[in-house]
DNA sequence: CGAGCGCATGACAACGCTGTCATAGTCGGG
DNA sequence: CCCGACTATGACAGCGTTGTCATGCGCTCG
């Protein structure tokens, strides 16, 4: 029953030395005797000293906190980010502090730039879309707080980013299904403005191209990366099945929540999946192999990329030079059960 | 572009008072002449004051952030609270701070212990199942720092509680499929020590004996609250389905998570939902609407949960008395596609 | 053998805020 | 008109840490 943590000068006092030296080798830096070393790290062990982060970062101006900031609607794709930056961070002794903020939002804003203000975190990383918010940016650099941007649509800024290779990802995908003769492929989209729909878009019709196929705007459906748009989308899709001659033997959807959504608009309209309809997603989140029939994706490796993001950004904080200022991660297609090849 | 924020030094000097007054005026205490507080009001609004929460916390030997402690197999139920904690944690200046916890983990537990020494966490909100760990609740209660237990298995320890009504819900699910005509209902549990899983159980007991039926130890299948625990037992139930000539005609999980599972044995096996098995979930998670058939389930007011416990360990911490010291919301039941009439 | 250097160490002042207590000034009652 | 009570305000000392600079020691080199 400890009520109240040891400090340094505790240490201090019962090493016989200054808090000065006591704080030195508290943080291992050099310049002190062996000897000393040793009788002050037997006192931080026979005291349970641990250094106080508010005295810390007072005393440094910094805070060891990096924020994630988001707005997504695809929760299971947030989570494995989540996952990612939390274990990265604390692995440097930095912790995650999640920031929910909606661009229209005024008040999510001023929270924001609170918290910027406060100096209650010493950088960011941006999830799509907020990488792409100039304002965001913009205040973040005024106050001299580094980011990092994962999947941005534009590159131009001055922050490193990290994306996955959302193009041949998308590329391989469109392969895949080509290959298995589905000739006519519906491609529902994401956000517009968001870069890895427009990327996702851009490789799969290259990879339709390669096969003398292409994407008529017809079958290209506007989602925004929300499991309700992808049913929306599958809802369209589904009526014109029914009721048109020729029509799209497969749907490749800009992530997992959305062909997820096409997939209920399937079940819905008793369309058989994959035998009627093929249905292939993006992201390989956990929802992927939760629905039925559990679907083929592209796996993203999600989780890696907010490690790196926050390392990067780590680098960056700790005066490291951040060697390539945009990394891709590879992206590798997961075959499950929600495709097939075409009986047309 | 302002590199270093202004301080209650600079203000107090704009405003010709001293630094304790600006101090005073800035955090809204009583005891000052209007005049001067106008003043002081002015002299922050011009410098864009805001006050620097490292050293705030330093002064109050507090860091305004609450830790939520989580194990937990069902990203989705975690999502929300996450959402709602966040959400009522920045309603009264407070930061939330995700921690991830395995209890096997000797280093996860180290981690948390370092946290809590570090000062770095005013309380501690424990989601099921680390508010049964009694090692952690000891561990917050040596440095006195105060925790609210979500759903915990035992509501002995001193801390306040909240759940949702799990028997009243699950006896609600009970008693819905009872009055579809269902006799046999399998039941998927979750971890077998926790709360809400006996509870749920056995509230849905209780609905069965209503109706003069009940639960025969056959058809109780032990999950762990994750989706492959739920395909898992699915599986069996599956096999059961297609040996037995006696089965059950509905089944019951403990979760949104595991009844996704049972979904897919169920499709997997070829078994049509809801007409030849009828599948009830419970929690109400995004992914009970997003598979199909949409799950019937019961609705937990899961971020309302969250809120509520954040809400409790802040009036802890600012020393405002907590009135019930258990809290249990409302469930309600959610009628979907996965559950209809027992054709038997 | 003394000047000069490198190294281990410590005193002290930040960092920005809040709590405590003291100090003027104001007011009303006896 | 004086005294106690009460009010508005300020001086100052922390909170626990780190950065700066000074000190003192032993060593080497000329």
Redesign the pocket.
């Known amino acids: 029953m400890k009520a ?1 943590p040891s ?3 505790e240490v201090a006092a019962r090493a016989g ?5 006591a ?1 030195r080798v ?2 291992g830096e ?4 062996a000897s ?1 070393a040793a009788r002050v790290q037997a006192a931080i062990q026979e005291l349970d000293y641990v ?2 982060m508010a ?2 970062r ?4 910094r805070s060891f906190v990096l924020g994630v900031v988001y707005h997504n609607r695809s929760w299971n794709w947030l989570n494995d980010i989540q996952r990612g930056a939390i274990e990265e961070a604390r692995a440097h002794d930095y912790e995650i502090l999640m920031h929910p903020f909606q661009p229209d939002s005024e008040q999510d804003r001023k929270l924001l730039r609170h918290i910027l203000e406060q100096g209650s975190v010493d950088g960011l990383i941006l999830t799509p879309p907020c990488g792409d918010d100039p304002e965001l940016t913009a205040d973040a650099a005024e106050r001299g707080i580094p980011c990092v941007r994962i999947s941005p649509t534009h590159r131009e800024g001055a922050e490193p980013t990290v994306s996955a290779s959302d193009f041949e990802g998308a590329r391989a995908m469109g392969r895949y299904l080509a290959s298995l003769g589905h000739e006519r492929i519906a491609f529902v989209a994401g956000g517009a403005e968001q870069r890895s729909s427009q990327d996702r878009r851009a490789g799969f019709e290259a990879a339709l191209h390669e096969s003398d196929l292409s994407l008529c705007e017809a079958d290209v459906l506007q989602g925004d990366f929300s499991f309700e748009s992808g049913l929306a989308c599958g809802r369209k899709l589904m009526a014109r099945l029914a009721t048109e001659r020729a029509h799209p033997t497969a749907v490749f959807a800009c992530n997992d929540d959305m062909a997820a959504g096409v997939l209920s608009a399937a079940h819905e309209a008793g369309i058989h999946v994959p035998h009627t309809l093929s249905v292939a997603g993006f992201d390989d989140v956990d929802l992927a192999h939760q629905v039925w029939p559990p679907l083929t994706t592209i796996h993203q490796p999600t989780a890696l990329i907010a490690r790196e993001a926050t390392r990067m950004l780590v680098d960056t904080l700790e005066g490291r030079v951040v060697a390539p200022a945009h990394r891709i991660l590879e992206t590798t297609l997961v075959e499950r059960a929600s495709t097939a090849e075409s009986c047309s």
């Open positions: 109240r400090t340094l000068r030395v200054s808090i000065k030296t704080s508290a943080n050099a310049r002190v005797a000393t250094p106080n005295a810390r007072l005393a440094h101006c």
